[in-house]
C-alpha cells in the first residue's frame, strides 16, 4: 500500500541553471492579467516517465540540467527575478541569475506505489510561479526544453513576450461582470480532515451522465458535463443549507477568443475564472441539465471583450484576490498537453499538478483496459466522501433526477 510505504531519497544541494549563453539585461512587465493576487504563487507539476532502453546511459539530470540552459536563452525572463513596482506592477528583472535545480535519486519503483507495471521509473517535476505563465505557457516552455534535450538548437515554437497585449486600457472602463471577485463569506471547505479522491470518467460514464440531461444539451463538452455533475454531488455530499448560495469557478483558456489572435508563442496568462452562481437547493434538487447549464453560461461569459474588462477591473480594484469562499473550483487540463513533453524518454505516463488542494482537476488519462478518458481530482472532508461517492454512483446509474435535502449545519 502506498500509504505504508518507505523508501530513501538523497537529495543534492540546490544549484543555478543559468542561460548557456549572454543574454539581455533588462525590465520586462508583466501583463495586468499576469498579476493579479490570485497567480501570485508557486504550482507544482510532476511528470512520470517510463524508462527508455534507448536511452541507456543517458544520465536524465545532466540531459535536463543541460537543455535548460540552452531553452534559457529563448525564454531568459525565467532566469531572472520578479519585482514589484509602483502600484503593486510587477516586472522581471532580467538579471540570467538562473533557475533552482535540485538532484535528487530514490531507491523506488513506481509500482510500489500500487501501479502493475513491472519496470523502472524517473520522474520529472518542477515548480513555476503562476504569475508568469499559464498552464499553456508552462509547456511550451517545457517542450521546448524537451526539444532542446532531444537535438534541436532553437524551439519550434519561439517565445513571444509581448505583455502589453493583456494590459489595461488607459483609461481603464469596466463593461463586463466579474463575480470571482464577489465579496463571499464562509470558507472553501466544511470542517474536518481532507482526503483527495480521483475519478476516472471514460466513454461509457460519460455517455451514462450524457443521457441525463435534455436533447439541447447533449452536445455539451465532456468538461461542462463531468464539471455539473461533480459540483451537484458535491454540493449534496457537502449537506449545505437549501438557502445558501454556491459558487462554481473555472478557468478558462481565452486565447480563441482573441481577433486578431495573440501571437502564436505567447506564453503569458491569457486564462479567466468564470463564476456560476446557484441556491444549494436548486443545484441540488434540479436535474442535471440546470447544473450544465449554468457551467455554460459562466463559460461563455468570457470572451475578447471580457479580457480586456478583466485586466482593467485588476487594476482599477488593485489586483484583488478571487474569492474561493462556498466555491467549487476546476482547471481543465486536458489540452494542456503535458503529458506530450518528451525529453528523450518518449511522452509522459502522467503529467500536470502534484497533489493541488483548493482546485479540481481534470487530465487526460486511460483505465485498466486501456480505454481513453478523463481523471478529475477531488479534495472533500472525510466525512463527506461515501456519500459524495454515493452520488456520483447515482448519477452514473441513471438514478439521480432529483436529490430532497436532508441539511445538517455545517458551513462552507
Known amino acids: 500500500m502506498a500509504n505504508s ?16 549563453k549572454p543574454t539581455p539585461r533588462e525590465y520586462k512587465l508583466l501583463s495586468d492579467i499576469d498579476d493579479q493576487e490570485g497567480f501570485r504563487c508557486q504550482i507544482p507539476v510532476i511528470q512520470f516517465y517510463q524508462y527508455n532502453p534507448c536511452m541507456q546511459g543517458r544520465d536524465p539530470v545532466k540531459v535536463i540540467r543541460e537543455a535548460l540552459a540552452q531553452a534559457l536563452v529563448f525564454y531568459y525572463p525565467f532566469a531572472g527575478r520578479l519585482r514589484e ?11 540570467a541569475e538562473g533557475l533552482i535545480f535540485i538532484e535528487a535519486d530514490a531507491d523506488v519503483t513506481l509500482e510500489r506505489f500500487g501501479n502493475a507495471v513491472e519496470m523502472r521509473w524517473f520522474y520529472f517535476a518542477l515548480r513555476h510561479n503562476h504569475a508568469m505563465r499559464d498552464a499553456n505557457g508552462l509547456t511550451q516552455f517545457m517542450s521546448a526544453v524537451g526539444e532542446m534535450a532531444r537535438g534541436c538548437l532553437t524551439p519550434s515554437i519561439p517565445p513571444v513576450w509581448q505583455r502589453h497585449l493583456l494590459a489595461a486600457r488607459d483609461p481603464p472602463r469596466v463593461t463586463c461582470k466579474h463575480r470571482q471577485y464577489d465579496d463571499v463569506e464562509g470558507t472553501v471547505f466544511p470542517d474536518g480532515n481532507l482526503v483527495r ?9 460519460v455517455s451514462a451522465l450524457g443521457k441525463l440531461v435534455p436533447q439541447h444539451l447533449r452536445k455539451c463538452s465532456t468538461f461542462e458535463l463531468l464539471t455539473a455533475c461533480v459540483w451537484r454531488c458535491r454540493t449534496i ?6 438557502e445558501e448560495e454556491v459558487r462554481f469557478m473555472c478557468l478558462v483558456n481565452a486565447r480563441s477568443k482573441f481577433n486578431p489572435p495573440l501571437p502564436l508563442g505567447y506564453y503569458g496568462n491569457v486564462v479567466a475564472h468564470a463564476v456560476a452562481v446557484a441556491q444549494a437547493g436548486k443545484l441540488c434538487e434540479k436535474p442535471l441539465g440546470y447544473s450544465v447549464e449554468l457551467v455554460k453560461q459562466a463559460k461563455n461569459i468570457v470572451t475578447e471583450e471580457y479580457m480586456k474588462s478583466l485586466a482593467d477591473v ?3 480594484k488593485g489586483r484583488p484576490q478571487f474569492s474561493l469562499a462556498r466555491t467549487f473550483v476546476v482547471s481543465d487540463l486536458t ?21 493541488p488542494v483548493n482546485v479540481s482537476c481534470l487530465m487526460p488519462s ?3 483496459k486501456g480505454e481513453a478518458g478523463v481523471v478529475m481530482t477531488i479534495t472533500l472532508p472525510t466525512q463527506a466522501t461515501k456519500l459524495f461517492e454515493k452520488e456520483v454512483d447515482d448519477m452514473l446509474k441513471g438514478k439521480a433526477s432529483e436529490h430532497k435535502s436532508t441539511f445538517i449545519s455545517s458551513s462552507l
Not at 518507505?6 to 540546490?14: G, I, M
Not at 513596482?85 to 538579471?95: A, I
Not at 479522491?197 to 460514464?205: A, D, V
Not at 455530499?237 to 437549501?242: C, D, G, I, L, S
Request: some cysteine; hydrophobic content about 40%; proline content about 9%.
Open 5 to 20: 510505504l518507505v523508501f530513501k531519497v538523497h537529495r543534492r544541494e540546490p544549484e543555478l541553471i543559468v542561460p548557456a
Open 85 to 95: 513596482g509602483p502600484h503593486r506592477k510587477l516586472m522581471v528583472d532580467c538579471t
Open 197 to 205: 479522491r480521483s475519478f476516472f470518467f471514460g466513454p461509457t460514464e
Open 237 to 242: 455530499a457537502f449537506q449545505v443549507n437549501p
Open 314 to 316: 485588476l487594476v482599477i
Open 335 to 355: 489540452r494542456a498537453g503535458f503529458e506530450d513533453v518528451d525529453f528523450g524518454w518518449g511522452k509522459a505516463m502522467y503529467g500536470g499538478p502534484a497533489n
Open 366 to 368: 486511460k483505465n485498466n
